[in-house]
């Protein structure tokens, strides 16, 4: 493509247009919004951005680390230039916190609100950060606060595909007004497109911007003892495979196959290693390879320049554990100076923590890391401790993390490298394979955009690891969004409330999860629609011009039915009789074996009786024998075999008795063959006696003599082409019955929400909290209680089960509805605070079970994401104790919880009192005994504020 022309080369018709384009662009607020950054703007930025300002909303789609932040920003920007508001939405609180202090940085705090669970700072400011339950919220409330509302940016908005709470998303989504603008920012999936379909279905104009391309080149690797190889051979600019970009498997580094298959044959099955780290082969001979520990790879990577590193290990243990071995190697990644930066830092940010609370939260050995720029990061940690690494990471003052895959969750804090140390997580229920969706989440981490030139992932090596799944896993774009959302309790009685039953109904109907459930429709429709033109077909190449053939075959079809239900119950009755007979036998008995690879004589040392109870049968069929008795027999031919019931077609019997020595041994070849002889001396004159059938039952059936009689009187049957035709109207009929097959799928798949939201209905209509399109006055109170127990919440102020508490009291019982055991097996009940709590969660208890009845009789599960799960007790005496005013140390001691998870929790817990106290309506009591125990329980650490 040639250059633009000087403009002292135009003509005067040209300069003028140029002149004018120039103008335009400069008058774009996108131009005036360009000029605040020190960097041009990507051209997926600048698509996106141009969308927004024609009006349009966007969904842009890119990897971890692109900028699609700007995007956002520039929502803010049109926003104020405007004079309308904008909100900020993001999944988690940390996220909230950060974008809000980006914010206030470019805008100033005058106009940069916060509204979370936690925090509420200037909520009336025309741009305001939240986290998407709180939008939610507002919609449903009808809030004064969506006036004026011009612009909602939804950050991460793939997480409508989490199963806990994704459905938020879709609900802001549906409800927000036509006149909001709606900026969607995403991770890369791959089906960005049929998202990009329902949202210009549901908010109308909506651009589809999908870049894949990352700013910073992404180089994978695996290291494998004391070296690091490349992962894939030949790879392009961007670090993936260039040889075979559809089939990356098949451009992996033939050194890592080599070595991979060099240690399957030095070491034979994985079962021959010894547990533990894997520096040694079986024999004692060191082994050419081996997974390095976590202090070499960090000094690997030290020493390749590649820190600062984030090091994920799928444990809050192994994180943890890493950072206390980094410690004892007397590991030191920061200089003197850098030390005192980051102990000046720590005790600016921390100096409101009480020094009791230090010594409970293990500050100084947590210090002592991050003096040495080492440090953990997880759920389990206090959030304060958390915000200081990120903080401290960002600023090159830690250069080695140890993360669970949380930290992936859209913190931002980019690193060099990311190392996985393995391919494998516990998922709550099994451990599984990380998906190629996650892996890239993970990974993405690497490669700081303006200060690396490229980013480097690390997977360390494992026993048995393959090569070409890993590069099956990191050259996979792989990441489809699937929709989470189901109607809950909550939204019914504000969807009705709002719009009546018809009108939500629709709403529904419009949701994400329906479309890509109408779409998977699609394909079965057109099978459905080719199938009926085959079925025509076929009717008609079975026409028979004597009569009805249709009706001809049915009655085939009756009579081959009863043949076979016939058969099968002769053949049933015979492997009973089989069974019967082998119970009979007893050792020494002497049979015939009628089939099989060990047909003939034998002796029957044991019957194979299945185990017996001293109190009698054992009950039910024991997992050995549920193909019925296993006897195990001496044959002629002197081999000790266990027979299966398939040797025995029909019932034996015992022809001769033998008796076997107490001396036999049947893994002595002499005693097999001692026995054999006596058994052929015995008994090998005597000729099988001959198992004679019984007359077939259909011979004497009256149902069979019946329809065979019918058949050949009807007109059909004495056709010349009957075969033929008969040939047809088979094909006919197995399409028919896969047709009607499809139809059923199809009728499944379509309206499943509305059906749902249906039966939820129903259900609070039972209840009282629905009389048709209206809304109770136990509705309106449900309409105020969020969260997975929204109903069991209700119940409970409805039947004063919360009467006459104090406030530590009513702070352990709606502990119930928040708190979940990480182990969901512990047999051991917890333990809860005597008196009227006690009670009263017996009584949660028992309503609980009443709600899973009536649940079961609407047929709403909670395996469809629907219903009310058990409330859990297992942090009813923690916070109990808190409200009451223990210390920390007492309290995290008993409790046996990680500081972290306690105040996630009692954060938790004071957002579900502050809804009941909205929702207490006329209950002045209740309602000051929730705020008595909210105040109880926002003290210490829980009240330490997570921003400023």
Request: with cysteine.
């Amino acid at each position: 493509m040639n250059a633009p022309l000087p403009e002292e080369q135009l003509s005067p018709a040209e300069a003028y247009a140029a002149s004018r384009r120039r103008a335009a662009e400069q008058a774009t607020a996108l131009h005036g919004f360009q000029q605040l950054y020190d960097f041009p703007l990507d051209p997926f930025q600048i698509e996106a951005c141009r969308a927004l300002e024609a009006g349009e909303g966007v969904l842009v789609a890119a990897p971890t680390g692109s900028g699609k932040t700007i995007v956002g920003e520039f929502a803010v920007h049109l926003a104020l230039a405007s004079g309308r508001k904008c909100f900020y939405t993001t999944p988690i609180k940390a996220l909230s916190n950060q974008k809000f202090g980006d914010l206030v940085k470019r805008y100033g705090a005058a106009k940069v609100g916060l509204l979370t669970g936690d925090n509420s700072v200037n909520g009336d400011a025309p741009v305001v950060v939240m986290t998407t339950e709180v939008l939610r919220n507002m919609l449903y409330a009808g809030s004064r606060a969506l006036d004026g509302l011009g612009y909602v940016v939804m950050d991460e908005v793939h997480y409508l595909a989490d199963r806990f709470r994704g459905a938020v998303w879709e609900e802001v989504i549906i409800h927000l007004p036509e006149s909001v603008v709606l900026a969607s920012l995403s991770a890369t999936v791959s089906n960005a497109e049929e998202f990009g379909d329902w949202l210009d279905t549901v908010r109308g104009g909506t651009q589809v911007i999908v870049s894949e391309h990352r700013p910073v080149p992404l180089w994978q690797h695996v290291m494998a003892g004391n070296r690091m190889y490349d992962l894939f051979a030949n790879p392009d600019r961007d670090g993936r495979p260039k040889a075979a970009p559809r089939n990356p498997a098949k451009a992996v580094n033939p050194e890592l196959v080599r070595l991979a298959r060099s240690e399957m044959d030095r070491t034979g099955s994985r079962d021959r290693f010894a547990k533990g780290r894997g520096r040694s082969m079986p024999t004692g001979r060191p082994g050419r390879v081996w997974t390095p520990s976590r202090v070499d790879v960090i000094e690997r990577l030290d020493a390749e320049g590649l820190l600062p590193a984030i090091t994920f290990i799928f444990s809050r243990a192994g994180c943890e554990a890493a950072v206390q071995q980094c410690l004892t190697s007397g590991l030191r990644l920061n200089r003197d100076a850098e030390r005192g930066q980051v102990r000046e830092f720590v005790q600016q940010r921390c100096h409101d923590i009480p020094d009791e609370d230090l010594h409970v939260l293990g500050y100084f050995e947590w210090l002592d890391g991050l003096e040495r720029g080492i440090a953990a990061h997880h759920a389990g940690m206090l959030p304060r401790f958390k915000e200081v690494v990120e903080e401290l990471f960002v600023k090159g003052l830690v250069k080695a993390v140890f993360a669970t895959e949380t930290l992936a969750l859209g913190i931002n804090m980019p690193a060099r490298s990311v190392v996985m140390e393995k391919l494998v997580k516990w998922n709550g229920e099994t451990h599984a394979d990380i998906t190629p969706g996650e892996y890239t989440q993970l990974t993405g981490r690497a490669g700081r955009r303006g200060i690396d030139i490229e980013g480097h992932a690390v997977v360390l090596w494992q026993r048995g690891i393959d090569p070409e799944g890993l590069a099956g896993l990191a050259g996979t774009r792989t990441y489809p969004l699937r929709s989470s959302f189901r109607p809950s309790y909550n939204m019914a009685v504000n969807l009705v409330g709002q719009f009546g039953r018809h009108r939500s109904r629709e709403l529904l109907e419009t949701s994400f999860a329906q479309f890509q459930a109408d779409r998977s429709v699609v394909g079965i429709a057109r099978q459905v629609q080719r199938n009926e033109e085959g079925l025509d077909g076929y009717r008609e190449s079975m026409t028979c011009h004597l009569g009805d053939f249709d009706e001809y075959m049915a009655l085939r079809r009756q009579l081959k039915d009863r043949e076979n239900e016939l058969a099968r119950e002769g053949t049933g009755q015979r492997r009973s009789a089989a069974i019967e007979a082998i119970e009979q036998l007893r050792p020494g008995d002497v049979i015939h074996v009628p089939t099989g690879k060990f047909a003939g004589l034998a002796l029957v040392l044991d019957p194979g009786l299945p185990p017996v109870h001293r109190g009698g049968p054992r009950p039910g069929r024991h997992p050995d024998y549920e193909d019925g008795p296993r006897p195990v027999v001496l044959t002629a031919e002197r081999q000790v075999k266990r027979l299966a019931m398939i040797d025995f077609p029909y019932p034996v019997s015992a022809v001769d008795r033998l008796r076997i020595p107490k001396s036999f041994n049947p893994r002595s070849p002499q005693s097999r063959r001692d026995l054999a002889s006596a058994l052929r001396t015995k008994a090998g004159h005597l000729e099988p006696e001959r198992y004679r059938r019984g007359r077939a039952a259909a011979a004497d059936d009256p149902e069979i003599s019946r329809l065979r009689a019918t058949l050949r009187q009807h007109p059909c049957h004495g056709c010349d082409e009957r075969e033929d035709h008969a040939r047809w109207a088979e094909r006919y009929h197995r399409l028919h019955r896969d047709t009607e097959l499809l139809e059923r799928r199809m009728r499944s798949r379509t309206h499943t929400i509305a059906r749902t939201f249906d039966r939820v209905c129903g259900l609070l209509t039972d209840l009282g909290y629905l009389q048709g399109d209206t809304v109770t006055d136990s509705g309106k109170r449900l309409g105020r209680l969020y969260g997975e127990l929204d109903l069991l919440a209700s119940e409970c102020i409805r039947e004063g089960v919360w009467k006459g508490l104090g406030a530590a009291e009513l702070a352990a019982c709606a502990s119930a509805l928040v708190y979940e055991s990480r182990q969901a097996d512990d047999a051991t009940a917890p333990r809860v605070p005597e008196g009227g709590t006690k009670e009263a969660l017996g009584r949660m208890i028992r309503i609980w079970g009443h709600l899973d009845a009536l649940e079961e009789q609407h047929k709403i599960s909670t395996a469809e994401g629907v219903g009310q799960r058990e409330p859990d007790l297992g942090f009813a005496w923690v916070a109990y104790r808190w409200a009451l005013g223990h210390d920390l140390d007492s309290v995290l001691r008993e409790a046996e919880l990680p500081a972290g998870d306690f105040v996630r929790w009692t954060k938790q817990l004071i957002d579900v009192l502050g809804q009941i106290q909205d929702a207490a309506g006329e209950d002045a009591d209740l309602r000051t005994t929730a705020r008595k125990a909210v105040d109880a329980l926002r003290r210490g650490i829980i009240a330490y504020s997570s921003v400023g």
